[in-house]
């Protein structure tokens, strides 16, 4: 996800598949590239275009506290020019950050898009240790916590009744989407850094509802955390935990509101 999101799921069966396949960013394929270290003073990997190897390579690098979901920052690098190890290096001051400790990924940046490189660290500041994270279906950057206490703790606060409907924003397509290669190439992140949950994860144009707003459908309190190349105008995409649940979830119209403040 990480802060694109790549595909987008609307009908079922295979029909689903090939479409979503379709709209798979063919530069996704040409890219090869890696986060390799992250130390005291720096972060460094290597990134590589396979059909313009001698041109410099964009990399984001995102950095995700522990401590608080919104403790999230992304540095920008780009690999060298005209050399065969395609690296880049960011001297990064460790000290200027708040957590104890951080997990770091990168991604080649095209356009509007984002593709993930393979390896993560979690960096821990007092010991000034990385230790080398597995990305894969277990894998959960280490907010994750954080952010799903604060999910429950919203639906809670729905459920005593706090939060209902407010102002009638309107009628809006729904398609779902999840973590997995198909959905997102990968990516564990939103658009905005933050680790996507179900109940609480939104994709939406950002022109219509900028992030960080919060809408309430079925009964739901949604933040949009989340963008996507075929999400726009009156379009929503709900995050889910499986990729079976956003197949089931299918495409539907629903009607969306502001979240009533408590007063």
Not at 29 to 58: C, H, M, N, Y
Request: overall charge negative.
């Amino acid at each position: 996800m990480k802060k694109s999101l790549l595909c987008r799921l609307f009908l079922p069966g295979a029909t689903l598949f090939l479409s979503s396949m379709a709209v798979f960013p063919a530069y996704a394929a040409k890219i090869s590239g890696r986060l390799d270290s992250v130390t005291e003073s720096s972060i460094a990997g290597w990134a590589r275009d396979k059909e313009a190897s001698d041109a410099a390579v964009s990399v984001e690098l995102t950095l995700i506290g522990d401590e608080d979901p919104a403790d999230v920052t992304v540095l920008s690098v780009n690999t060298k020019e005209n050399r065969s190890d395609h690296s880049f290096t960011y001297a990064v001051d460790w000290s200027q950050y708040k957590s104890a400790s951080y997990t770091v990924t990168a991604a080649v940046v095209f356009g509007e898009e984002r593709i993930p490189l393979e390896g993560s660290f979690l960096y821990n500041r007092e010991t000034c240790t990385a230790a080398k994270l597995e990305i894969g279906p277990g894998f959960e950057p280490v907010n994750t916590a954080a952010a799903a206490s604060q999910n429950r703790s919203e639906k809670d606060s729905l459920d005593s009744g706090s939060e209902a409907a407010g102002e009638y924003l309107g009628s809006f397509t729904a398609s779902a989407y999840c973590s997995c290669d198909i959905c997102c190439a990968g990516s564990k992140l939103t658009y905005s850094g933050t680790v996507p949950q179900p109940e609480h994860t939104i994709a939406a144009d950002l022109d219509v509802f900028p992030l960080g707003t919060r809408l309430w459908i079925d009964g739901v309190v949604y933040t949009v955390e989340d963008m996507g190349g075929g999400i726009a105008g009156n379009r929503l995409d709900i995050y889910f935990a499986t990729h079976e649940e956003a197949l089931d979830y299918g495409l539907k119209t629903v009607e969306v509101y502001s979240v009533k403040e408590e007063k």
